[in-house]
């Protein structure tokens, strides 16, 4: 079935410094990605998300392109802060499904 | 706040005991997910509605878990003779059917079985 694997964390960084989450996925069919962000104490809300292979999704300063060849989805960024401090959640939904399958989350932690 | 929402925010309970959580989607959302996460782990899907159908449900969701969305609107889950292994956060997240595929995800309800 589908599945969606990404990198353990967490990951500790200094402001400023580059970020980059890996998220490689499994699936059988042509899924839309995702990255979803939880803030602490707050709900998963959508970060950027790509439909089709070569799509660059982006927001907040935030980048992920679909790789269809590496069945990949990495998330960057290139100067993080304090407030991108979050777990990040990478996902895909088949085209005929309508149920996202989630990776474990990667929590990213900016120190000053 | 239109967002989606859920009570109650933290449940504690003795083993053998029944809980119920309850979810309010956005009000033009007609379809509703409900998902289990861990600690350390990503969400995990339990079933999720269209209007009032439950089209599809998890071998997660043993008997002991119910649910249901009566009137298309707002949704329970209730589990049944909880066990200590049921303890996590249960996420409710809704979408409307014209499916962009982005899920808007409540704050959770915590289980915490003793």
């Known amino acids: 079935g589908d599945s969606v694997t990404q990198m353990e964390g967490p990951v500790t960084l200094s402001e400023e410094a580059c970020l980059t989450i890996n998220c490689t996925y499994t699936a059988t069919g042509y899924p839309s990605l995702f990255w979803y962000v939880q803030y602490p104490g707050e709900g998963l809300q959508l970060l950027l998300k790509a439909t089709k292979a070569d799509d660059k999704g982006s927001n907040k300063g935030f980048e992920a392109t679909y790789r269809k060849e590496t069945t990949s989805f990495h998330l960057e960024k290139g100067s993080v802060q304090v407030s991108d401090s979050a777990v990040y959640f990478c996902?895909?939904?088949?085209?005929?499904?309508?149920?996202?399958?989630f990776g474990r989350g990667t929590s990213l932690i900016v120190h000053p | 706040d239109t967002g989606v929402s859920q009570d109650p925010r933290h449940k504690i309970t003795k083993r053998g005991q029944n809980v119920t959580f309850r979810c309010d989607p956005i009000s033009e959302h007609n379809r509703l997910y409900w998902y289990r996460q861990t600690l350390g782990q990503g969400p995990e899907f339990l079933t999720y509605f269209q209007n009032e159908a439950q089209l599809e449900k998890s071998r997660l969701l043993s008997d002991r878990f119910s649910a249901e969305r009566p009137k298309g609107s707002f949704s329970t889950l209730e589990i049944q003779r909880t066990e200590q292994g049921d303890s996590a956060m249960y996420l409710c997240?809704?979408?409307?059917?014209?499916?962009?595929?982005?899920?808007?995800f409540g704050e959770g309800s915590r289980l915490t079985v003793l």
């Open positions: 996902a895909l939904k088949e085209g005929g499904s309508y149920i996202p399958t």
């Open positions: 997240a809704s979408i409307q059917e014209a499916d962009t595929g982005e899920l808007f």
